[in-house]
């Protein structure tokens, strides 16, 4: 590898440069109203303003909302791949890191951020751009003091975030060693003293005899000049993550422990991977793909680089490739398939009092979320507002999120989306939110049955294909409405008069007791306009399961407060199970869960339920699970059930799971690991004491968790060497979750990361897993014993 130093005036993407100037000034907004940047910056800079964003309140724009103004600086460091704000211009980031390109995942225009458009009178929106992190951080809105500069830096950001997105693993593995370089560097001499080592190794969770790590730097300093350069620090880093287990497994099958040849490879296959009679076939394609030298591949041999390469790719990965990939049957209807879910989408915070903003209706999306949630109320000046009713949660116009739902709809999955409509509005803006829907999303929405007839059964996601669909209430049946003549005018208001009370979903009105006595005393009507958009996906209240089955039809759709259904799984389980195999089911948050807490949702999917709605900005183990549920058929938000849980004359309990189901036992190796972060970075000296747990969840007598021992003070590359073993009676509903924790004798263990896949998608075998910096060995069958 080689270093590559560039100007910090200049943005480098691969061949193409663009100039930056010395001084490039620019305005940072925040979705936020504190006074600290939310991603943190240092490095030299040059001058800035910024314009801190709206905090979280009743009012809806800056109107009641002020912003204030502080000045900032923002700099972009091609070298180390990654931008900041120098603690000469803001002390309080003195110690704080940059941003990495890495945690970039796009940059917008300026007229696509709601904050920029708030601030129009006083920056021009073509002034203005967007960065948007991966995850959960806020969106970081910028302002430069002219266009050309911002489209300068939004150019140049952009080709630096598709450089970074197309990068090969050796690639990776070089701007990893760099950045590593540069944090060791502390004087910025381009060389490396031993006691910058030493800084390093602990910054790196690597706790080491001082004479054993003098003699790994002696034995790198090819020069002999006391420092490690570039290629020096290469050989250094190549000596410390030596993996003695790695090459214990390649001595395995190597005969000359040099490399493996092609029956070797194939042998290793088969053995350990259990790759069957594909081995063959596979070995050549994976030396072809794998092995760095080109007489190598011609020898059909694999080198111990080339092993590594294998194992750390995607083909060793424990997600099994096939799996990524749409491999499932499509052609069901709907109602057959768990579908991403949201709860209250238009917040990004509390349910109380957070903000309400389009962004939670992009990130949803774009995380393959194909089911989400509008609360439509009268607004100003005649426009319908989105917010959740009754609280103090700020407001945004119900035509800016139909926009962000028709932009964002389908970058991430061709397959429908569900809007649930929530509809609290007078019939006069019940006709604008009719309007919108159909000029803004056009001919992506469903507006009548696709072929124009009644049908027998739902469509199925491939049907839909980028078609948005509304589930709210309906003055009439699918029936009639197909049956009216087009040319039958339309009711007025008294003839068409309709309560919603007796069909209205209650999530708001259990925040508000006042909410309850308007909805005595105020019973809306449903203009025809906005009935005649829903379709296949009509909200009817769910009274029983009898009641279900003799008055409603296969396009009437029922929703369910989280302790509502979990009585119903209780109490009637296998009732649940059926209903759910010919109607379509949603599931939501109890409205105690102001803090926009989350439930488990397996044991909602362990009946069939197919919507089961999260709140999506908040972290943690639920929705851990939901992303794990839906990491799989190329993340389209669809995942087909399991076929007991379609079968209509299924016998399936989800609380006594009984046989046909054939119980299957895991056996799991956890070997080592490699490069752990910090917990806590502000504690220089600090080293992870690392453990590993794995947990099952699935139907009730499966969810389990074991945990290996805990490695004292290595997170650079612990080894563990135990085995952990689950017995799991319905495996087609099991999700397997692996959490790597900081063990602390003094208080909880600390959170380091964590990664969830469903069970039939796991690889048996040798398996690392890079993300979490993991290697182990997993097996699975009905032969397997625990004993």
Known sequence: MSFWPMSRCQL???????????????????????????????????????????????????SSCG???????????????????????????????AVSISDVDTVREGHESELLRNLAEEFPLEQGFTIVFHGRRSNLDLVANSVEEAQIWMQGLQLLVDFVTSMDQQERLDQWLSDWFQHGDKNQDGRMTFGEVQ????????????????????????????????????????????????????????????????????????????????????????????????????RHVLSMDGF?????????????????????????????????????????????????SVEGYIRALKRGCRCVEVDVWDGPSGEPIVYHGHTLTSRIPFKDVVAAIGQYAFQTSDYPVILSLENHCSWEQQEIIARHLTEILGNQLLSTTLDGHLPTQLPSPEELRRKILVKGKKLKT??????????????????????????????????????????????????????????????????????????????????????KAKSLIKEAGNEFVLHNTWQLSRVYPSGLRTDSSNYNPQEFWNAGCQMVALNMQTAGLEMDLCDGLFRQNAGSGYVLKPDFLRDAQSSFHPERPISPFKAQTLLIQVISGQQLPKVDKTKEESIVDPLVRVEIFGVRPDTSRQETSYVENNGFNPYWGQTLCFRVLVPELALLRFVVKDYDWKSRNDFIGQYTLPWNCMQQGSIPYPDLGLHFRSNSGSKADCN
């Open 12 to 62: 480098v993407a691969g061949s193409q440069v663009l100039p930056l100037p010395e001084q490039a000034p620019c305005h940072a907004a925040y979705e936020n109203s504190n006074d600290s940047w939310h991603p943190e910056f240092q490095g030299s800079a040059s001058p800035c303003t910024k314009a801190l964003g709206v905090p979280a309140c009743g009012g809806w724009g800056p």
């Open 67 to 97: 912003f204030r103004v502080k000045k900032g600086v923002l700099v972009l460091d091609p070298q180390l791949l990654q931008f900041g704000g120098p603690s000469s211009s803001v002390p309080a980031l003195a110690s704080s890191p």
């Open 199 to 298: 800084r390093l190794l602990h910054l790196m969770n690597v706790e080491m005899d001082q004479d054993h790590a003098f003699q790994l730097f002696q034995r790198a300093d090819a020069s002999q000049s006391g420092t490690l350069e570039g290629e020096e620090f290469v050989e250094f880093y190549k000596s410390l993550t030596q993996r003695p287990e790695v090459q214990e497994l390649f001595e395995k099958f190597s005969s000359d422990g040099q490399k493996l040849t092609l029956l070797e490879f194939v042998d290793f296959l088969q053995e350990e991977q259990k790759e069957g009679e594909r081995a063959s076939d596979l070995a050549l394609e994976l030396i072809d793909c794998y092995e760095p030298s080109d007489s190598g591949k011609l």
């Open 308 to 356: 590594l390469s294998y194992l750390y790719s995607k083909d060793g990965d424990i997600f099994n490739p096939t799996c990524l990939p749409i491999y499932q049957d499509m052609t069901q209807p709907l109602n057959q398939y768990y579908i991403s879910s949201s709860h209250n989408t238009y917040l990004v915070g509390d349910q109380l009092c957070g903000q309400s």
């Open 478 to 563: 699918l029936e009639e409405d197909l049956e009216e003549e087009e040319e039958e005018p339309e009711s007025e208001p008294e003839e068409a008069e309709l309560q919603l009370e007796a069909q209205m979903e209650s999530e708001p009105q259990e925040l508000s007791p006042r909410s309850k006595d308007k909805k005595k005393k105020s019973k809306p009507i449903l203009c025809p306009s906005l009935s005649a958009l829903v379709v296949y996906l009509k909200a009817v209240t769910f009274y029983s399961f009898t009641h279900s089955r003799e008055h409603y039809r296969f396009y009437e759709t029922s929703s369910f407060s989280e302790a």
